[in-house]
């Protein structure tokens, strides 16, 4: 007849877990004898063997009891049952190790590998840290709205980076944002280079009517976003009104420019 220690021990398990396995009705708790110890017999060492392994594998504790007393059949069954959901946890964990790997990487922050080797451009063309975080906050809000659709799109984006104007106007902006005056000349000068890029954009057709745009919320968030990172950016919507455009992420053609 065997202590709880020694029960325990022979086991593999500590004397707690015993305890613990006596007040879930998983392991009979024997009387006490006559000195008021518990003592154990063989029967208890094999059914406690039995728990440790079935623990170890992964079988739930509100499960092993019926495991235990269940014949053959039922027992494979559980068995597969367990396994199905082992199964969806492993697929589970890795999901999660592929979010946390992507957490560690930066700009690919809830960011498809496309819009980050798009940031890795812009920062070869010469945009700041700052304009790259702006732009990459913006993708993330529209990456939340069309997941299936950035793929598409971020050839273009790429292929723009070409253009000189394009990476004269990245150059501007990360010159202003990453100064501080309050009113920089070169407000202007970004505000002319956008205006001619969307007149562009308008004669190539590349520029829909307000009316055909079927959701206006990720464009007016990225608006916000903008107005939110920079005050001057409000100065650079007034000057693109100046100039015939609303707008700051979806430019819209003004009926006619303001006097």
């Excluded at 700009?107 to 496309?114: G, V």
């Amino acid at each position: 007849m065997l202590t709880i220690g020694q029960l325990a021990a022979y086991a593999g398990v500590t004397v707690r877990a015993v305890r613990h396995y006596h007040q879930i009705g998983l392991l009979p708790e024997p009387e006490r004898d006559a000195s008021g110890y518990r003592r154990y017999g063989v029967t208890a060492v094999v059914s406690l063997i039995k728990i440790r392994t079935l623990a170890d594998a992964g079988v739930p504790l509100s499960r092993i009891s019926r495991m235990l007393d269940a014949d053959a059949a039922a027992f494979d069954e559980a068995i597969r049952t367990i396994d199905d959901h082992l199964q969806d946890e492993i697929e589970r964990l890795q999901t999660s190790r592929r979010h946390i790997a992507r957490l560690s990487a930066g700009d690919s922050l809830a960011l498809p590998p496309e819009v980050a080797a798009y940031l890795d451009r812009l920062r070869g063309i010469g945009a700041s840290q700052r304009m790259v975080e702006a732009e990459r906050d913006g993708w993330i809000l529209v990456a939340a709205r069309w997941p299936d659709r950035i793929v598409e799109w971020m050839p273009g984006k790429i292929s723009a980076l070409d253009d000189p104007q394009v990476v004269r106007l990245y150059r501007v902006l990360s010159a202003i944002f990453d100064g501080d005056e309050a009113d920089d000349p070169r407000l202007a000068e970004a505000a002319d280079i956008m205006a001619c890029l969307a007149e562009q954009a308008y004669a190539a057709g590349e520029v829909p009517p307000a009316e055909e745009v079927e959701d206006d919320l990720p464009h007016d968030l990225i608006d916000a976003l903008a107005d939110e990172a920079d005050p001057r950016v409000r100065r650079l919507r007034e000057l693109m009104r100046e100039r015939g455009w609303s707008g700051w992420n979806r430019m819209e053609r003004l009926a006619e420019p303001p006097d």
